[in-house]
């Protein structure tokens, strides 16, 4: 019915599909603090991209955090699959981001250092904050 072509089938492997899946990962992350003082609301991935987050965004972050978390925070936020679930969830690692997070979303996490994400609460997080938060895939 549909003749699907990847680019290369014989040579296709979990790391080269991952590296693909992710390449809109930060090369790194500067702390909202250090957005916020520049001005430059911007942040590299590793395909070569800039990808710019909103002022809107930032007020957002800035309004939910205290003032030792606007150090701490590393932007952008990294939401992650968590795989251990039978069905799909996600979750976000450390106890800044999920202290931010668990603010924005009115949830309370799992651990100070672990949230996890189902469907609606990705979308609310992602309607938020469109560039300030990425999903990745990690196995």
């Given at each position: 019915?549909?003749?699907?072509?990847?680019?290369?089938?014989d040579?296709?492997d979990v790391?080269?599909?991952?590296?693909?899946?992710?390449?809109?990962?930060?090369?790194?992350?500067?702390?909202?603090?250090?957005?916020i003082?520049?001005?430059?609301?911007?942040?590299?991935?590793r395909?070569?991209?800039t990808?710019?987050m909103t002022?809107?965004?930032?007020d957002h972050?800035n309004?939910?955090?205290?003032?030792?978390?606007?150090?701490?925070?590393?932007l952008p936020?990294l939401?992650?699959?968590?795989?251990?679930?039978?069905?799909?969830?996600?979750?976000?690692e450390?106890?800044?981001?999920?202290?931010?997070?668990?603010?924005?979303?009115?949830?309370?996490?799992?651990?100070e250092?672990?949230?996890?994400?189902?469907h609606?609460?990705?979308?609310e997080?992602r309607?938020m904050?469109?560039?300030?938060?990425?999903?990745?895939?990690?196995?």
């Amino acid at each position: 019915m549909y003749n699907i072509r990847y680019r290369d089938t014989d040579n296709m492997d979990v790391e080269h599909l991952l590296t693909d899946i992710n390449a809109h990962a930060p090369v790194n992350r500067r702390s909202l603090a250090e957005h916020i003082d520049s001005k430059d609301l911007t942040y590299h991935t590793r395909n070569g991209h800039t990808c710019s987050m909103t002022e809107e965004e930032i007020d957002h972050l800035n309004g939910a955090c205290t003032e030792q978390e606007k150090f701490l925070l590393r932007l952008p936020i990294l939401v992650l699959t968590d795989t251990s679930f039978s069905q799909s969830v996600w979750k976000i690692e450390g106890r800044t981001e999920v202290s931010v997070v668990s603010k924005l979303l009115s949830k309370k996490p799992l651990r100070e250092d672990l949230m996890h994400l189902y469907h609606p609460h990705l979308v609310e997080l992602r309607r938020m904050l469109p560039n300030s938060a990425i999903v990745l895939f990690i196995p």
